[in-house]
């Protein structure tokens, strides 16, 4: 079985495990923002975000659907109108879950502080990494070093997708756990809110598995090449 053959078995594997996670997700946040609660998301961000001592952090409403996220360059927590204006739970479980990393980084929570520290890289990396990457397959017979440029830009990507497991794993669970506590859910809607976070984060574990999938890939050629 040739490299190519087996990294399109995998592409495909992931693109459909991908597709089945989306559906989900996209299932359970429809299910759970039919579940009303007296708040909005906005109202539950700013009250996590006071419960936690924290004042200094807007809370904005922006454009798009899933656009939700926290900004630690200017201290931001950006909801999507839905999430924003929404009084259900998939709107408090995604407010919370945004808060959550305000909340990291209030308190320098290590893994946030290093994938802040990556993104400057990564963003170097996206940008280069595609040519130097297909121009280091054309010369690898003749100029390999640039091939292996191209695979350790890559592979700084697939370092910020595992980083980034472990901050929206605890994000979440400083939501859920806030969401209990405060009295914004109950016995009956706080497994909602998990299940719906739950969802969410599979999507960031099936994006690490497809980089790294794919490093592997870039790593078979090279070494492949380096044989023939």
Same mark, same amino acid.
């Given at each position: 079985m040739t490299t190519t053959t087996i990294y399109w078995i995998l592409f495909?594997?992931?693109?459909?495990?991908?597709?089945?996670?989306?559906?989900?997700?996209? *299932?359970?946040?429809?299910?759970?923002?039919?579940?009303?609660? *007296?708040?909005?998301?906005?109202?539950?961000?700013?009250?996590?975000? $006071?419960?936690?001592?924290i004042y200094d952090v807007q809370i904005t409403c922006v454009s798009g659907t899933l656009t939700d996220h926290y900004n630690p360059a200017n201290k931001t927590v950006n909801l999507s109108r839905e999430v924003y204006e929404g009084a259900n739970i998939s709107a408090a479980a995604v407010a919370a879950h945004e808060c959550g990393h305000a909340?990291? $980084?209030?308190?320098?929570?290590?893994?946030?502080?290093? *994938?802040?520290?990556?993104?400057?890289?990564?963003?170097?990396?996206?940008?280069?990494?595609?040519?130097?990457?297909?121009?280091?397959?054309?010369t690898l017979q003749t100029f390999p070093q640039l091939m292996m440029v191209g695979i350790a830009l890559f592979a700084t990507t697939t370092l910020f997708s595992f980083i980034t497991l472990p901050v929206e794993v605890n994000a979440s669970q400083r939501a859920v756990?806030?969401? *209990?506590?405060?009295?914004?859910?109950?016995?009956?809607?706080?497994?909602?809110?998990?299940?719906?976070? $739950?969802?969410?984060?599979?999507?960031?574990?099936?994006?690490a598995l497809s980089s790294l999938a794919t490093l592997i890939y870039y790593i078979l050629i090279f070494l492949g090449g380096r044989r023939d």
């Open positions: 495909l594997g992931i693109a459909l495990i991908s597709w089945a996670v989306s559906a989900s997700l996209e *299932r359970k946040f429809k299910r759970y923002s039919e579940v009303p609660l *007296r708040m909005t998301g906005k109202e539950v961000a700013e009250k996590m975000l $006071h419960d936690n001592g909340v990291q $980084h209030a308190h320098e929570y290590a893994p946030l502080k290093m *994938r802040s520290a990556l993104v400057p890289v990564v963003s170097f990396s996206s940008r280069w990494m595609t040519w130097i990457l297909l121009i280091g397959m054309l756990d806030w969401l *209990r506590e405060a009295g914004i859910t109950d016995s009956e809607t706080t497994p909602m809110a998990s299940d719906a976070l $739950h969802a969410a984060a599979y999507t960031y574990v099936v994006a």
